[in-house]
């Protein structure tokens, strides 16, 4: 997995830090959801439960995570949060090139 440095954090995420801790190395990172780059041209971002990103089946080194939420809810609404600013920043939805990311 890659992440973001500045990542897009829902209110309820008081330490990056420790989650992003707990979904890399912890036994069960359960609880939380991780926004990324789509892998899919045709759409804008992903949401993935954190632990379905500790499963074999999954290759992450593909993955790049740009925000974290506690429920499924706020994941929405950290998505809305990037496009928002990637749209009111640019006019457009070029999320990679507005975040810097190659």
Same mark, same amino acid.
């Given at each position: 997995?890659?992440?973001?440095?500045?990542?897009?954090?829902?209110?309820?995420?008081?330490?990056?830090?420790?989650? /992003?801790?707990?979904?890399? =190395?912890? /036994?069960?990172? %359960?609880?939380?959801?991780?926004?990324?780059?789509?892998?899919? *041209?045709?759409?804008?971002?992903?949401? =993935?439960?954190?632990?379905?990103?500790?499963?074999?089946?999954? *290759?992450?080194?593909?993955?790049? #995570? &740009?925000?974290?939420?506690?429920?499924?809810? %706020?994941?929405?609404?950290?998505?809305?949060? #990037?496009?928002? *600013?990637? =749209?009111?920043?640019?006019?457009?939805? *070029?999320?990679?090139? =507005? &975040?810097?990311?190659?």
């Amino acid at each position: 997995m890659k992440w973001y440095k500045k990542l897009y954090l829902g209110e309820s995420i008081k330490q990056a830090k420790w989650v /992003r801790f707990k979904i890399a =190395y912890g /036994r069960k990172p %359960e609880g939380y959801y991780c926004i990324a780059l789509s892998a899919n *041209d045709k759409n804008l971002l992903d949401i =993935y439960p954190s632990l379905l990103l500790r499963k074999p089946v999954l *290759d992450t080194n593909e993955i790049y #995570i &740009l925000g974290l939420a506690s429920t499924k809810k %706020e994941a929405f609404n950290v998505v809305a949060t #990037i496009i928002e *600013d990637v =749209y009111v920043h640019t006019r457009g939805f *070029d999320i990679k090139a =507005y &975040l810097g990311i190659t």
